[in-house]
């Protein structure tokens, strides 16, 4: 529950509101897998340094938790045991690039932080892709 | 949706353009990121000429396919709708008391508003310059009620500055034009400016400064009864004995300009932002639904579009239910206007020239986040006299707006409590579950109003990039994506036709929305009656 992301400071005088954020009911499974991050970015870029931290603040918004994607009108697709993670200047592009609706946010980023992320994304999720990209990597793919 | 974003955005770069260049150069540069645009609109449109039995399949009742589908009906086409939602109105949309929203990812938020509040978490406010819309209102009968986008007595805030505490906008606006004008008017006296002012000028200049910037007649700004007329009171005028008024001390220029608060002086200037500024009364699907009114029955609902096919004959939709994923039906129709947002329409398959398919992929979706508040009582009435307005802060909520309806009364009350648009801190909030963005509302928040931690209630928070009929909060062109495919999205492909605010250059605005479809279909008829 949210309790355990905020310092617990802010909510000793906050009872009342925890009670009534455990009542408007987010989706049990959702809130065990969503991993809330300790502290915010302070300004337009991503203050995350790790893979994990960076997947955890930017891509799992739309590509969920699990990695898994979702679907509605439209779809985001799955990470999962993603064959196109297998060549890494393909999801390292896409981060710096964007591609269709996807929002370039590796322009929020670092190039450390974008090699941080898609190597965090090609080990992880099912995913075991071994070689490493470099911020150099990264910095040739930049717009 | 477009928003004061106070990061590094594209109005930061338009302040900057406008203090190096003028503000002829940022005009332009507005214009060619698509923020100053004036509505082209001329009133009711007018479709003349023979239809010739003509049908048109609109898909998306949103905004822009609600006024293709009303308008090309009253023409004389057939005219059907497929829409993804169960209700009219896409991104025109309030949440109240009872409605359960499921975003992507499958968490659930039911509302526990109290009957008559509402959270908007699409477009809120509408600008006077905004004529179609507002005609539109006003033939549908839409009522409409002053947005309060300015209130001198709001806050802003910076959290490192002035030990965190929140300083009223009147005084941060007051004492930064008073501190200023002093500025120039010693220069001018000093004769520093006379190649730029004439002798006869420069009188005029030092008046008008007196009168702008509420100085004494030595052009002095400071705590006196002249500036406390403009920045309010450190205790204000009564009655009776003790009654006087005594003038507060300004704040400090240095004080002003470090603390950035300047910057939050340019949402109340923008032309977009300008009063007077509406909202409907009662929320801002009032419209939506006066739409789904007139055209409802022409309306599909829980239709989602997975193919869109064209030959010399027509157009043809497959399309399945959007809730039980039945086996796919057919549409058919001589032309198409298709008003699918480009993050959904870029993912079916199209038959369109590369030119158009170009444009569909070329188009990033904004994020965005809005999350609504319910609060016991009107504190921010009661405590301290802020009747409607926005906050603006420097914390990753960005703003707190009080509502703007239901003014001094005892009970209840809604505030649009965070008001993320791009930058990174939108994308962390879209990345948490539900509850743990309003936790974080209200741990934010209560660093303004420290009443939140007694008179908090409930919540809802809608993250734009997990709404399942959108996949994000609107098109986000750039001058070079426009450059390149702007036109190639709006011209008419074959028989098929976008419509859309994505298709405007009033982007994330209702108003770029339904003068985009007007265009469309004006376009669209020019050829069937050609024909």
């Known amino acids: 529950m949210p309790l355990r992301l905020i310092e617990p400071a802010r909510w000793m005088t906050a009872g009342l509101m925890v009670m009534s954020l455990a009542s408007s009911a987010a989706h049990a499974d959702e809130e065990a897998r969503s991993r809330p991050l300790a502290s915010l970015s302070t300004g337009f870029r991503f203050t995350e340094q790790t893979g994990e931290d960076l997947f955890a603040s930017a891509c799992q918004g739309c590509h969920m938790p699990d990695g898994h994607g979702a679907t509605g009108a439209g779809t985001y697709p799955s990470l999962s045991k993603d064959g196109n993670l297998e060549a890494g200047g393909y999801p390292v592009s896409v981060i710096v690039r964007g591609q269709k609706a996807m929002p370039p946010v590796g322009a929020m980023m670092s190039d450390d932080q974008v090699a941080a992320v898609v190597n965090y994304l090609r080990t992880h999720f099912g995913n075991q892709y071994n070689d490493a990209v470099t911020a150099d990597d990264v910095k040739r793919v930049r717009p | 949706m477009a928003n004061e974003s106070e990061t590094v955005s594209r109005r930061d770069l338009l302040s900057l353009v406008g203090s190096v260049a003028g503000s002829a150069a940022m005009y332009q540069a507005m214009t060619s990121l698509g923020f100053a645009s004036e509505t082209n609109y001329k009133g009711p449109i007018k479709l003349a000429g023979d239809t010739k039995g003509a049908s048109v399949l609109v898909l998306g009742a949103g905004l822009a396919g609600m006024t293709a589908a009303l308008e090309l009906r009253a023409a004389g086409y057939k005219v059907q709708v497929l829409e993804f939602n169960t209700r009219p109105g896409g991104r025109n949309w309030s949440l109240r008391g009872g409605d359960s929203f499921t975003e992507l990812g499958g968490a659930t938020q039911t509302c526990g508003f109290e009957d008559g509040l509402y959270l908007n978490p699409g477009p809120w406010r509408i600008p006077y310059h905004h004529r179609a819309l507002l005609d539109y209102c ?206 959904i329409l870029s993912q079916i398959p199209i038959d369109v020239g590369p030119r158009m398919k170009a444009a569909i992929d070329a188009v990033p979706y904004a994020s965005a986040v809005k999350i609504g508040l319910q609060f016991k009582r009107r504190f921010w009435e009661e405590d301290e006299a802020i009747y409607g307005g926005i906050s603006y802060t420097d914390l990753p909520i960005r703003q707190i707006s009080y509502p703007s309806s239901g003014f001094n009364r005892s009970g209840r009350g809604v505030l649009l409590g965070a008001y993320l648009y791009e930058g990174a801190n939108a994308y962390e909030f879209t990345s948490m579950a539900p509850a743990d963005r309003i936790a974080r509302a209200v741990e934010f928040g209560s660093r303004i109003h420290p009443q939140y931690g007694a008179e908090f209630e409930n919540g809802m928070a809608v993250a734009w990039h997990r709404v399942p009929f959108t996949l994000g909060c609107a098109g986000s062109w750039s001058e070079k994506t426009r450059a390149e495919h702007y036109d190639n999205l709006c011209q008419i492909d074959g028989r098929i036709v976008l419509a859309g605010e994505h298709a405007s250059y009033i982007p994330a605005w209702q108003e770029g929305a339904i003068l985009s479809a007007l265009d469309a279909i004006t376009r669209l008829h020019e050829r069937v009656v050609r024909n």
């Not at chain 2, 802003?156 to 008017?185: C, M, Y």
């Not at chain 2, 022409?298 to 239709?303: F, G, K, Q, S, V």
């Open chain 2, 138 to 343: 006003k033939r549908l009968g839409v009522a409409l009620e002053p947005f309060i986008q300015l209130n001198h007595n709001a806050l802003l805030h910076a959290s490192t500055a002035f030990g965190g505490r929140p300083q009223r906008i009147r005084d941060i606006k007051t004492d930064f034009q008073g501190h200023v004008s002093e500025l120039l008017a010693k220069t001018t006296q000093q004769g520093r400016l006379d190649e730029a002012v004439s002798t006869e000028d420069k009188e005029i200049l030092l008046q008008a400064l007196r009168s702008w910037g509420a100085l004494d007649k030595n052009y002095a700004y400071q705590a006196n009864l002249i500036s406390a007329d403009y920045r309010g009171y450190a205790k204000d005028p009564g009655g009776g004995l003790g009654a006087a008024p005594v003038a507060g001390e300004p704040i400090g220029l240095s004080d002003i300009l470090k603390s950035r608060l300047w910057r939050y002086l340019q949402n109340f200037a923008l032309h977009q932002f300008q009063t007077t500024m509406f909202q409907p009364v009662g929320g801002m699907d009032m419209i939506g639904k006066a739409f789904g009114r007139e055209v409802g029955d022409l309306i599909r609902y829980d239709a989602k579009v997975t193919r869109i096919q064209q030959n010399d004959d027509g157009v043809t939709v497959t399309y399945v239910n959007s809730k039980t994923r039945s086996a796919p039906q057919i549409a058919k129709a001589d032309w198409c206007v298709c008003t699918i947002p480009l993050s």
